[in-house]
C-alpha cells in the first residue's frame, strides 16, 4: 500500500490537524495523527477526546487503508524536510496491529512506526443547525471577546464566548468577572429560534488560525452540546461549555450621566506609559471640565507619573481607578479613532465603546474600578 504526494502538500493540513494533539496525554490515542487513505484522497484527523480537527487533501493512490502515526514525529518531519516529492509506503506486521511506514524522497529514506486503525472516529454526530457566516466578520467577533476570558477553572462558564443567535443578529459575550466585552453584529442569518452556546476560548483561538476562506459554516448539534466549523476542507469539532453563562445584562449599567469622548490612541499611549510607574499595577484616572489625567505612583520608591489629556467631558469631577492592564486591553480591541467612555461613580462599572457606536452599542467593553486611596 502507498500513496505519492509533495511535502509542501501534506505541511498545512499536519500542523492544522496536530493544534487538536494535547502536549501531553495519558492515552497514546490521542497522541497520534490518524490517516485515512482512499483512492485519490487522504483524510487526516487529530483530536484530544473533546476537539477534533479534520483535513483533506488530493493524494495519488488507490489503496484503501486507517493508520495512525505519532503527530510529533511526523509534524517535526515535515517541518525540517525541503518542498519535494515524496512516496509513502505502508507494511504491514505480521499479524500485528503495528506496521513501518518506509518514506523516499529525491534524496533520503525514513522509515516512521505506524497503527494499523478500523476507522479514524467512533462516533457520527447529528447537526440539525447550519450557518454560513463570513470569516472576517466571525474573527472579528471572536478577536474582540476572546481577551476577556476567564482562566479560573472553578468557573468554567466563563472560559469560553458566550453567542447568541437569533434573526439576522449574532451577539458574542466574554467576562472575567472584572471585565466584559459584549459585541454585535447583523449578518445574513436567519435564525427562528434563539440559540445560546459557549465556545471554549481555546477552540476559537484554534479557529483563528484554521479559517483561511471567505466563508465559514457553523453548525450546533441536536442535543446543543457541540459545534463544527467548516473552513474549505478543514472541519473542526469541539464540545461546547455546558454550564449556564451568568446574565450579563444585569451587570450592563443602563444610567451613566458622566461621559468622555476622547481621541483612542491617545488614552492608550498614556494608561500604558503611566501605569509602569505603579507599584500594584493600578491607576487614577480624574475628569474634570475638559481634561482627563492619569495618574499612578509607586509607593516602595517614591515614583510617579501623571499626564493630562484634552477631552470632552459632560458631567461633575470624578476620581476611580482602575487595573491598567485591563483598560490597555478594552483600549487595544476598539478600533475606531475616538472612543467614548461612560461612568456614573467610583464604585459603578465603566463602559468604553467606539464613538461612532453611541447609539446602538454594537460593541461595548465593560471594566470594574478598584479602590484607591485618596
Known amino acids: 500500500m502507498k500513496f505519492i504526494s509533495s511535502i509542501r502538500q501534506l505541511q498545512d493540513p499536519v500542523s492544522k490537524v496536530a493544534q487538536a494533539i494535547p502536549a501531553k496525554s495519558l492515552d497514546p490515542r490521542y497522541e497520534n495523527i490518524h490517516l485515512s487513505i482512499e483512492p485519490g484522497t487522504l483524510t487526516l484527523f487529530g483530536t484530544d477526546g473533546e476537539l477534533s480537527i479534520k483535513a483533506k487533501i488530493d493524494i495519488e493512490t488507490t489503496d484503501v487503508v486507517n493508520i495512525g502515526i505519532n503527530a510529533k514525529l511526523l509534524q517535526d518531519f515535515l517541518r525540517s524536510m525541503y518542498d519535494t516529492a515524496v512516496t509513502f509506503v505502508i507494511e504491514r506486521q505480521e499479524i500485528s496491529d503495528h506496521g513501518m511506514i518506509h518514506i523516499t524522497t529525491d534524496k533520503g529514506k525514513y522509515k516512521i512506526a505506524c497503527l494499523f486503525e478500523s476507522k479514524m472516529e467512533k462516533y457520527e454526530k447529528s447537526y440539525d443547525i447550519s450557518l454560513e457566516l463570513e470569516t472576517s466578520q466571525l474573527l472579528d467577533l471572536v478577536q474582540k471577546t476572546i481577551f476577556a476570558c476567564s482562566i479560573d477553572g472553578m468557573r468554567p462558564a466563563m472560559m469560553g464566548v458566550l453567542f447568541e443567535l437569533q434573526g439576522s443578529t449574532i451577539t458574542a459575550v466574554s467576562t472575567d468577572g472584572h471585565r466584559l466585552v459584549?459585541?454585535?453584529?447583523?449578518?445574513?442569518?436567519?435564525?427562528?429560534?434563539?440559540?445560546?452556546?459557549?465556545?471554549?476560548?481555546?477552540?476559537?483561538?484554534?479557529?483563528?488560525?484554521?479559517?483561511?476562506?471567505?466563508?465559514?459554516?457553523?453548525?450546533?448539534?441536536?442535543?446543543?452540546?457541540?459545534?463544527?466549523?467548516?473552513?474549505?476542507?478543514?472541519?473542526l469539532d469541539a464540545a461546547l461549555i455546558v454550564e449556564p453563562y451568568p446574565n450579563y445584562d444585569a451587570v450592563i449599567p443602563v444610567e451613566h450621566d458622566k461621559h468622555v469622548i476622547i481621541d483612542r490612541s491617545m488614552i492608550y499611549d498614556s494608561v500604558k506609559r503611566v501605569g509602569r510607574f505603579s507599584s500594584i499595577g493600578d491607576i487614577k484616572i480624574m475628569m474634570t471640565d475638559q481634561l482627563l489625567r492619569v495618574m499612578a505612583e509607586n509607593t516602595n520608591d517614591g515614583e510617579a507619573a501623571q499626564e493630562e489629556l484634552s477631552c470632552r467631558y459632560t458631567g461633575t469631577d470624578i476620581t476611580i481607578g482602575f487595573n491598567s492592564k485591563f483598560i490597555e486591553a478594552a483600549l487595544a480591541h476598539l478600533d475606531d479613532h475616538e472612543i467614548c467612555i461612560e461612568l456614573k461613580s467610583p464604585t459603578t462599572a465603566v463602559i468604553f465603546k467606539p464613538h461612532k457606536d453611541i447609539e446602538d452599542d454594537k460593541l461595548i467593553v465593560l471594566v470594574m474600578p478598584v479602590r484607591i486611596n485618596n
Open 182 to 235: 459584549r459585541c454585535r453584529k447583523s449578518l445574513s442569518l436567519d435564525v427562528a429560534e434563539k440559540q445560546k452556546i459557549v465556545v471554549p476560548a481555546r477552540v476559537l483561538s484554534i479557529l483563528q488560525k484554521l479559517a483561511q476562506h471567505e466563508a465559514i459554516t457553523m453548525c450546533l448539534d441536536v442535543d446543543r452540546r457541540f459545534v463544527r466549523f467548516i473552513s474549505g476542507t478543514t472541519i
